[in-house]
């Protein structure tokens, strides 16, 4: 494995650090400003909405630049947003913090897929970004329990500077060990959106803003659920998370190795899978051990789809990868926004806190049909993958 990637790795990590622990400080943030803790959620919102932003609107800005350069500058404009958060003496300046950190998410990973693709063989680019996202899903079983468990202990500020000295660490492993890559000839705006042309590059997102999607329907009111269905005590939702995350991680692992082989196979199986465990967790909600291994199942299958879905879009935007990488990355955080709504909704109608499930059930679903859609779309049209060039051949390999 190249080092490089290990350096994409810790970038991650606290990238997936600082968006995930803000959830488990909340009342002790809430309570310092003074605000309420649904004004509180508003630095989840913002954030989210963020990434969703700057993934596209920065990268365009990196394509006048080499990208192991804009990897660095987005870690810089990360760990400012961190600190900012840290020593912010106002809600309105915390928030504004949250924002100045999310806008390097969307491009970083962007970016940093299209890197890691390119520092390993053909037959090894899923795998190689499962590695760099590896990191997020580790942040999800130790940063985040960590840094809720510090922020609780001794205050918060102190969770989001602890968060800025990671991204330092990762800038630094970035200027150290990522080869200095020149800026891909021809790289400029209008040869980026040209991918969006291609209807391929398209389902591929519209299949990561379902997908995940139905994931975050079913995680993000897991804690109402597992307090008032399934009768966990309050301390009990951390560890379920971090089953969650533990999930995640192995999902990630299988799904950057598989994809390699078997792509549009890998995404039959995971999203169908996805869609079947949601439906079921309305049921195993009600059984301490079985909602915890089902929670475990979401985070494995969910996470699953992450590698596959990011080298579809590579694969497909081809010659003009990096802003379609980096919308990718936003599409993930828009479904996470669609479906917490959505999920919202259907509590909000008295369905009660399993209902959520149902919902993501059926957008995974939805996507297990755009995935099929998709493969029969590229079957008619065998010409144009001929027509494609050698970059195309990774793709015709995994049918």
């Not at 330092?168 to 890559?181: D, T």
């Amino acid at each position: 494995m190249p080092l490089a990637l290990l350096a994409l790795a810790v970038g991650a990590f606290g990238i997936g650090t600082t968006e995930f622990v803000i959830m488990g400080l909340l009342p002790e943030i809430a309570a310092d400003y003074g605000v309420s803790i649904p004004t509180a959620g508003l630095l989840v919102t913002g954030y989210a909405l963020g990434v969703v932003l700057g993934a596209p609107l920065l990268t365009v800005l990196g394509t006048r630049i080499s990208r192991k350069r804009m990897l660095m500058l987005l870690m810089g404009l990360f760990v400012l947003g961190n600190l900012v958060s840290a020593l912010a003496p106002s809600f309105g300046l915390m928030l504004t913090g949250r924002v100045v950190a999310s806008l390097a998410h969307g491009a970083f990973f962007g970016i940093g897929s299209v890197v890691a693709a390119d520092l390993v063989a053909p037959d090894k680019k899923a795998g190689a970004i499962a590695t760099m996202f590896t990191g997020l899903t580790v942040a999800n079983i130790v940063g985040v329990p960590l840094g809720t468990s510090i922020g609780q202990a001794v205050g918060w500020r102190i969770t989001f500077a602890g968060v800025a000295a990671l991204g330092i660490v990762g800038l630094l492993g970035i200027a150290k060990l990522v080869p200095a890559m020149p800026r891909p000839e021809g790289a400029h705006l209008r040869r980026e959106l040209t991918a969006f042309r291609n209807p391929q590059v398209l389902l591929a997102m519209a299949m990561t803003v379902l997908g995940f999607g139905g994931v975050f329907a079913a995680i993000t009111y897991i804690a109402p659920m597992m307090t008032h269905v399934a009768g966990y005590s309050d301390g009990a939702v951390t560890w379920l998370l971090v089953l969650f995350g533990i999930g995640m991680f192995l999902g990630n692992l299988l799904g950057g190795k598989y994809a390699d082989r078997k792509l549009m196979p890998m995404l039959y199986t995971t999203l169908g899978g996805l869609a079947v465990v949601l439906a079921l967790f309305t049921l195993t909600a009600h059984h301490k051990v079985l909602a915890a291994i089902t929670i475990m199942l979401v985070g494995a299958l969910g996470f699953a789809t992450v590698p596959p879905l990011q080298k579809r879009v590579l694969d497909q935007a081809h010659g003009a990868p990096t802003l379609a990488s980096a919308v990718n990355i936003g599409a993930f955080n828009l479904g996470n926004a669609l479906s917490a709504w959505l999920g919202g909704m259907v509590i909000a109608a008295g369905l009660g806190y399993t209902s959520p499930n149902w919902v993501g059930a059926v957008l995974a679903a939805a996507a297990l049909v755009l995935a099929v859609w998709s493969a029969a779309l590229e079957r008619r049209r065998p010409a144009t993958a001929a027509t494609a060039g050698p970059a195309a051949a990774p793709v015709a390999a995994h049918h």
